[in-house]
């Protein structure tokens, strides 16, 4: 069964601090992936997304994610961060021939002022 | 368009006890999904439905129920609650069928469910 890893569960920065969370998934087939935000108090919306093309995907609010399919990873990134991104990071992935989609534990992360 | 609305927002239940969440899409999407989140735990899949009158299990599926008798609503039922139920339940719905892979999940904005 496929599974995605996210490392540092609680990550602590300051404004302006570059910000780059891990994720390692376990599938070898053809994969997409997904990063999701929880803002607190909210549901889940989607950061940003990988289908194919260009591994190094943009999504919104300056945050963007690089897809290394030799390493499994797909990690995001944001160069500077706010106090409004302070939220929790969800990986996840979707394989072909398994149409769900498997969620990483998340990150924590606090932006402090 | 409301997107994905769930009702209620907040339940407390009593162990034993049962009740079901609604799920509503206004999204006409074919699949829909069921997960919990608890803490340090992620998200995982309790069931998920694939269209109309289907349903299929997910991680988690002991202890819930679902049906899919309209395309619009996906219902997640609990017959006998227990205290390892209390989390926030979130549901989904996303257009994406096999062929096209992994198209993008629209969620709610979840139910608190507390079992004492």
């Known amino acids: 069964a496929q599974s995605v890893s996210q490392h540092n569960h609680h990550v602590i920065l300051s404004e302006a601090a570059s910000l780059e969370l891990g994720c390692n998934y376990s599938?070898?087939?053809?994969?997409?992936l997904f990063w999701y935000v929880q803002y607190p108090g909210q549901h889940l919306q989607l950061l940003l997304k990988?289908?194919?093309?260009?591994?190094l995907v943009k999504g919104i609010k300056g945050f963007e994610a690089e897809f290394i399919k030799s390493k499994f990873s797909f990690n995001l990134r944001k160069p500077s961060v706010q106090w409004s991104d302070t939220a929790e990071y969800f990986c996840?992935?979707?394989?072909?021939?398994?149409?769900?989609?498997?969620f990483g534990k998340g990150n924590q992360v606090v932006v402090i002022p | 368009n409301a997107g994905v609305t769930q009702t209620p927002k907040f339940r407390v239940l009593k162990t034993g006890q049962s009740m079901t969440l609604l799920c509503a899409q206004d999204?006409?999407?074919?699949?829909m999904y069921w997960y919990r989140q608890d803490p340090g735990m992620g998200l995982r899949l309790i069931h998920y439905s694939v269209g109309e009158g289907t349903t299929a299990k997910g991680e988690v599926p002991d202890g819930y129920n679902v049906s899919r008798l309209k395309k619009q609503n996906f219902l997640l039922g609990l017959e006998s609650a227990a205290p390892s139920q209390t989390s926030v339940y979130f549901c989904?719905?996303?257009?994406?069928?096999?062929?096209?892979?992994?198209?993008?999940?629209?969620f709610g904005p979840g139910t608190r469910l507390l079992v004492l």
């Open positions: 599938y070898g087939g053809t994969v997409n």
């Open positions: 990988y289908f194919s093309g260009d591994p």
């Open positions: 999204m006409n999407h074919e699949y």
């Open positions: 996840a992935v979707i394989s072909r021939g398994n149409n769900r989609l498997a």
């Open positions: 989904a719905s996303s257009g994406g069928t096999v062929v096209r892979l992994g198209e993008t999940q629209y």
